[in-house]
C-alpha cells in the first residue's frame, strides 16, 4: 500500500551515488524519509537534486508520498 501523506513532502535519493536525475528521485513524507535506511547514516550527502527534477518529482508523483515500505506505518 502506498502513503497517502500529502504534507511535508521531500524528494529523497533512491540512491546515493544515483545522481541528481528523475530517475534516482522519490518523493516521501518527512516520517516516511526519516524511515529510511540511509536517513542520517554517516558518509558524503548527494549533491542536491535541481529545482526542475523536484518539480518533475512531485508532479509525478501526484504531489504525495510514494513510499510503499510497511516498515513506515503510515500506510
Known amino acids: 500500500m502506498r502513503c497517502t501523506n500529502t504534507k511535508g513532502l521531500e524528494v529523497h535519493h533512491k540512491r546515493r551515488d544515483g545522481g541528481i536525475d528523475l530517475s ?31 518539480a518533475n518529482a512531485l508532479k509525478r508523483a501526484g504531489n504525495r508520498c510514494e513510499c510503499t515500505r510497511a516498515a513506515c506505518g503510515t500506510h
Open 24 to 54: 534516482n528521485a522519490e518523493v516521501l513524507c518527512h516520517h516516511c524519509h526519516v524511515n529510511t535506511s540511509s536517513y542520517g547514516t554517516p558518509g558524503k550527502s548527494p549533491h542536491p537534486f535541481p529545482v526542475l527534477v523536484k
